[in-house]
């Protein structure tokens, strides 16, 4: 059985993630202890504790999702010895997750590189007027003309029949009516802080380049699915290509997705905050076997499967 790991994005943190799994975990407390000190500050009280308010700032969500889901993988190494994984992949920030699991991305420059990403996404979301839509029962083809119409970005195509658009708030609002017109099933705003994924996001695509340039890679260990191309990289210059890219670019998890299973992946696993990638695997091929490890009970019903 050829098994992929899977890591979340912004959004998926909650007050309180990480925390029993450090009660549990020796392998998980060494991974935020070593958070703490790599970033020179109390990233886990702000993951334990919150408040919510602080913890949703890009500036921390990004850092401690990506410490998170990397605590919980240690977690689950620590509790099934030989586990075996041969691809990853992760949803927007949760690429640089990956990377990590692959080893390409050593711990200390990801989480460097995911807190200064964060930081200049935030300062991207304050210097414009950005928000998103999400769009349901609408296939790619259509939606891409309401943007273009609307001016605005395809940002997520999470699974079959739900995509995120994204760009100027007022532009978004446009996009929204048409796609109600044009027969979407459903278009709502979302609150979010700005227009992730968007060209909105060109001001933090530029520092994230500078950024990266003084960050060694490693060569994969594992297969590597990126968000820009659904599709593993070459070579260390072509995936920095990719991740500074990624940051106005559409987000194609679906055929991500629908890639690994295509290459015989038949078994998955989230690791990190929350499940949305197990509600998105449903929509994408739920002939699949989906796992979940996000808290202390569903890493005793991982181990129980995999064992």
């Not at 993988?73 to 075996?84: K, N, Q, S, W, Y």
């Not at 935030?122 to 259509?142: H, I, K, L, R």
């Not at 017109?181 to 520092?207: F, N, P, T």
Request: proline share 3%; hydrophobic share 45%.
């Amino acid at each position: 059985m050829k098994t992929a790991l899977l890591f979340a994005g912004q959004g998926s943190q909650v007050v309180g993630m990480g925390r029993d799994l450090c009660e549990l975990s020796a392998g998980a407390r060494q991974t935020f202890a070593l958070a703490n000190e790599v970033l020179g500050r109390d990233l886990r009280q702000i993951c334990f504790t919150g408040p919510e308010p602080l913890l949703t700032q890009t500036d921390n969500a990004q850092p401690g999702i990506f410490v998170t889901s990397l605590a919980c993988l240690a977690a689950l190494r620590e509790r099934v010895p030989g586990l075996e994984y041969q691809a990853t992949a992760g949803l927007s920030l949760g690429e640089f997750t990956a990377l990590a699991a692959a080893g390409v991305l050593g711990f200390e420059d990801a989480l460097r590189t995911v807190q200064a990403r964060g930081r200049f996404m935030q300062e991207a979301c304050e210097a414009t007027n950005g928000g998103m839509a999400s769009v349901m029962g609408m296939e790619e083809g259509p939606l891409a003309e309401v943007c273009r119409e609307a001016d605005v970005d395809l940002a997520n195509l999470n699974c079959p029949g739900q995509i995120v658009i994204s760009g100027a708030k007022d532009k978004i609002g446009k996009a929204v009516e048409l796609a109600k017109v044009r027969g979407a099933k459903r278009a709502i705003s979302l609150q979010v802080a700005g227009a992730y994924h968007s060209r909105l996001m060109a001001d933090a695509q530029a520092k994230l380049a500078v950024e990266l340039a003084g960050v060694a890679l490693q060569p994969a260990t594992k297969v590597v699915v990126h968000n820009v191309t659904a599709r593993p990289a070459g070579n260390p210059s072509e995936i920095k290509d990719l991740l500074i890219r990624q940051v106005t670019s559409s987000v194609r998890w679906s055929d991500s997705i629908q890639w690994l299973i295509a290459q015989g992946f038949t078994r998955f696993i989230e690791l990190g905050p929350g499940n949305v990638l197990s509600g998105l695997m449903r929509r994408i091929d739920s002939s699949v076997t989906m796992l979940n490890v996000s808290d202390g009970a569903s890493l005793e019903a991982a181990v129980a499967k995999l064992s």
